[in-house]
């Protein structure tokens, strides 16, 4: 099995977490940072907005399970693509909507999608970019939402 990777960005990682570990052919899911310039940041320091970093999840799938445009369909789901920040925390950097692409088809498809949204008469404010080293969170964020069931207002 040859497993691929996809990276998105979607407000709090915790309740983005929860949503892809329950799609059949994600193989692991991973809170952490991405998009950003310092080296091994922490919570805090992507939390003082100076790094760059936006909180995202790190998702390792089988491509015979599960599509790539199955994960972009969670993805526009979990959250609300058309502010720059979702849940009114605009200037929150870290928040941010973002998909990392780490292949051009992943890029084209994530393209097409956001377009064929847009079409539909929504403003989309997500980024696509290329994905860049993905740095993991401290362990306490790891399947937090599993740890504190309804401390994460994506997943209630």
Known sequence: MKLEKATFAAGCFWGVEAAYREVAGVTSVTS???????????YDNVCSGTTGHAEAVLVEYDPDRVSYEVL??????????????PDGTEGK???RS???YHTPQQREAALTSKRR????????????????????AEEY????YEKHPGSCPTRE
């Open 32 to 42: 952490g940072y991405a998009g950003g310039h310092l080296e091994n940041p922490s």
């Open 72 to 85: 972009l369909s969670v993805f526009w789901k979990v959250h609300d693509p058309s502010v720059g920040t």
């Open 141 to 144: 964020h790891q399947r937090y």
């Open 117 to 136: 949204l847009e079409t539909s008469g929504v403003t989309v404010a997500t980024e696509v970019e290329p994905a860049s080293t993905f740095y993991p």
């Open 93 to 95: 950097w870290q928040y």
């Open 98 to 100: 973002a998909i990392f």
